[in-house]
């Protein structure tokens, strides 16, 4: 099934996970589909499938052959598809760096907060600017304070623990814009300010789903000591990919867990549901 309209494949789809580094294939049995959005095409086509009876969309964030660097990657178009296709909550797993010496390679962190130190990327949907399949954006300010979803949180720390992978519950998640890895002055920088992680790919995904009033939880899987957290040479690409190898099926199955456990669409409570506070976005939600 290839180039579908939007409207025959809604709701096909509650539950959309977005795979980084390392994750290039969430789910055995799988439909593809290509999804276009007024922002160009996402990442990959969306893989379907199901867990627990859950109806899960997949996306590689950096494409399946890893040939988006985290500054290109088109975040506006990945989100929208997912939620045209019918997701309203959304797992984000992704490498980072620790920036604490306790947070070694194979940690697990949840985090709470976000810095964003991103530089060159688009990360509204309200930029007042046209769109291709019709309307305007409104000039709308939506809450970022909490930038995750607390009952996602809540159900990604207790699938965890219940794979006996003890989670670090809360922290903040600095978001670099890379490609690059940090200089030991940034990363010491980072360490001192109190931040817990660092990563690539972090933002705009929370700040784009919560305009979209998706449910987004950050998943962080620790594939290096950050190059001031330590005193080693820095951080290498194959370093984070040996790591993220080495625990790929272990957060498989702490995701499965999750998506079995996220509440139905319909029962969401949480404060991401009302981020607009019923003002009008300019467009219709997809
Ligand atoms: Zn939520």
């Not at 370093?239 to 669409?265: H, I, K, S, T």
Request: proline share 7%.
């Amino acid at each position: 099934m290839a180039n579908t309209e939007n409207a025959e494949i809604a709701e096909i789809a509650e539950i959309g996970v977005i795979g980084g580094s390392g994750f290039y294939s969430f789910l055995d049995d799988v439909t593809e589909i290509q999804v276009d959005t007024p922002y160009g095409p996402p990442s990959d086509s969306l893989f379907l499938g199901e867990v627990a009876g859950r109806r899960v969309a997949f996306l590689p964030r950096h494409g399946r052959g890893h040939h988006l660097p985290p500054h290109r990657i088109n975040y506006r178009a990945n989100l929208w598809a997912l939620r045209s296709v019918g997701a309203r909550q959304v797992l984000g797993p992704c490498a980072v760096g620790g920036l604490r010496p306790e947070y070694g390679p194979g940690t697990l962190l949840v985090p709470d907060q976000l810095v964003d130190r991103t530089k060159a990327r688009a990360q509204t949907y309200f930029d007042g600017l046209p769109l291709s399949g019709g309307g305007v954006p409104n000039v709308v300010h939506v809450s970022l304070a909490d930038p995750y979803c607390p009952t996602g949180r809540k159900v990604a720390l207790e699938a965890a623990r219940g794979r006996d992978w003890e989670p670090v519950d809360g922290g903040t998640l600095v978001v670099i814009e890379g490609p690059r890895f940090s200089t030991r002055a940034e990363s010491l920088w980072h360490q001192a300010q109190g931040w817990s992680a660092v990563g690539m790919t972090g933002h705009p995904e929370a700040a784009l789903a919560r305009e979209l009033e998706l449910c987004y939880t950050s998943l962080n899987l620790v594939t290096d000591l950050d190059a001031g957290a330590d005193t080693g040479e820095g951080v290498s690409h194959e370093e984070v990919l040996q790591v993220f190898a080495a625990n790929v099926d272990r957060l498989r199955g702490v995701l499965f867990d999750a998506v079995a456990a996220l509440p139905p669409n319909e029962k969401r409570d949480c404060l991401c549901t009302t981020a607009l506070g019923g003002m009008d976005p300019g467009f219709a939600m997809p």
